[in-house]
């Protein structure tokens, strides 16, 4: 859990203290602390839970519920969180990626990409 006074300004400050917060839980008794479950079991556990936490992403956007949207987006950023976690990945990387990405038409990057995959 964060701190109660965490300034919520500085998100990639957030993302990264949450994901110290995940790393501190690798090893711990797994019926301690449901993170050290999912980073115990089976990498797909954390990944199936991602794809829940989309498809419910999706259902509350869907049904046009704010509050609801929010928290599954809330859920689904955890679980990214543990699997970037299970990579050995970190949130700076992520938003590294993103701002990289900033100012580039999607339809350029994609096939920037795909250029990549194919050399």
Known sequence: MLPPDTDIRDPAAVL???ADVIASRRGLDPQSSYVA????AAPDAALKKVGEEAAEVIMAAKDGVAGRTLSEMADLWFHCLVVLEQAGLRPEQVLAELARREGIS???EKAARRAEQKT
């Open 16 to 18: 990264s203290r949450l």
């Open 106 to 108: 999607g339809l350029d």
């Open 37 to 40: 479950r999912l980073l115990a």
